[in-house]
């Protein structure tokens, strides 16, 4: 006997739970599209229907799927690389070596250019919209600064990290997202002889009233 599509005689109809087959890839799919939405435009000028059309689905699915433009930002806003890697590893080499090696770890970070799309989507939107910032603002002390400052273990620990932040964020806006020369086109080993000290200067040199970490 032939019933309504789905059901059986005598049976509840099933149901497979998780992700039907294509929601996955339908998923990604929007979250490459708005990556390079707010990379281009920001996150004020990045719309639901923008980001719909370049992944060339209903605006609705990017709601069904996200729930609002700023949860979509959250998940754009996961950072393609560990910061506590980069600081784990830093702690491991030389101490002199420490301020190279963070400087390193940041810019080997940026140079693929699917990461770089995204580190540039992020830091657009930041520098544009206070919601934007605000995320990025409670990553930045999760999964940057806080790791930092315990890996410094010093009563300045949080300046000194704020401090690299703030040479790395220019770095970036200059480099990436204005493509100012010479800066854009430097290698990335001519950077960090540049930058390296100092960066390492705010690591391990005398900065703040806190306690100063000596190198060597």
Do not use: C
Request: aromatic share 6%.
């Amino acid at each position: 006997m032939k019933t309504d599509a789905g059901t059986r005689p005598g049976k509840a109809a099933v149901r497979r739970s998780g992700r039907r087959q294509g929601e996955t890839s339908t998923r990604d799919d929007i979250l490459a599209a708005a990556t390079g939405a707010f990379a281009e435009h920001g996150f004020d000028r990045a719309t639901i229907r923008d980001i719909a059309a370049r992944a060339s689905v209903d605006p609705a699915l990017v709601i069904h799927y996200f729930g609002s433009k700023e949860a979509l930002f959250a998940q754009v806003l996961e950072l393609p690389v560990r910061p506590r890697e980069v600081f784990t590893r830093a702690a491991a080499a030389d101490p002199r070596d420490m301020g190279s090696t963070v400087t390193r770890g940041f810019l080997e970070a940026w140079e693929p250019p699917e990461q770089r799309l995204r580190l540039t989507a992020i830091l657009r939107s930041a520098t544009t919209n206070e919601t934007a910032m605000r995320i990025l603002r409670d990553l930045l002390v999760r999964e940057v600064f806080a790791p930092m400052t315990q890996l410094l273990g010093v009563a300045d620990g949080r300046l000194r990290a704020t401090l690299v932040g703030s040479q790395f964020v220019g770095l970036a806006l200059l480099r990436y997202v204005g493509g100012i020369e010479p800066l854009a086109s430097a290698s990335v080993d001519e950077l960090v002889a540049a930058i390296g000290p100092t960066v390492q200067r705010y690591l391990t040199g005398d900065v703040g009233s806190g306690p100063t970490r000596t190198a060597g």
